[in-house]
């Protein structure tokens, strides 16, 4: 379920200090019913290649072609990302942050773990488009347990990168976030153990 901008800038994440100069692009509310300690076995399945397999055809097409493009016209480029175009966040993280644990890094995209807490991870990818963030939390259901939150955001690389985020927005919205959605709380129930509150 998305979620208002709101359900994510009010709470005390540390993302806040580290990428002040980031755009909110989205925030969700992650079918992931859980216990108060259970960000772990989120971003093990976050890193994991598991999306778009099982997705509707649609959704693998363009996931696809994304790809397939970025290669041909360049977007993916090591001249283009982390380290080369844009400074890694890494290198603005308070030593409290760069001290903790970086958390595991993506297997099937360009994505890298920037740090990872109780509550909160963050990973980033920077390409031609634009420098973005994944950004999981785990928070109170209101309901006496907990579930994940996951917020994306983005400082676009230029008019091009801002006008690649508005011509692929209705794209994400009508396909790519449900099929995550289903995708997610599938496997979610699926890997949750006989007793958690997942599984009950």
Not at 93 to 101: E, G, I, N, S
Not at 113 to 127: G, I, K, P, R
Not at 140 to 156: E, H, I, N, S, T
């Amino acid at each position: 379920m998305r979620l208002p901008k709101s359900a994510h800038t009010s709470r005390p994440w540390r993302i806040h200090e580290v990428a002040p100069d980031f755009e909110l692009e989205d925030v969700w509310a992650l079918p992931t019913p859980g216990g108060p300690d259970e960000l772990p076995r989120l971003v093990s399945w976050a890193v994991a290649p598991n999306f778009p397999e099982g997705a509707p055809l649609i959704v693998r097409v363009l996931w696809d072609a994304r790809w397939k493009i970025g290669r041909l016209l360049g977007w993916d480029k090591r001249k283009t990302g982390l380290g080369v175009r844009v400074a890694s966040l890494r290198e603005r993280l308070p030593a409290d942050l760069r001290a903790a644990p970086r958390g595991p890094d993506f297997t099937d995209v360009p994505m890298t773990s920037v740090y990872l807490l109780e509550d909160e991870w963050a990973a980033e990818m920077a390409n031609r488009t634009v420098h973005s963030i994944m950004h999981l939390g785990w928070v109170p259901d209101g309901a006496g347990g907990y579930r994940g939150q996951m917020a994306v955001l983005v400082k676009p690389n230029g008019w091009f990168g801002a006008a690649y985020m508005a011509a692929i927005k209705p794209f994400r919205y009508v396909f790519v976030y449900p099929a995550l959605m289903r995708r997610i709380e599938r496997d979610w129930q699926a890997s949750a153990a006989p007793s958690s509150p997942a599984h009950a």
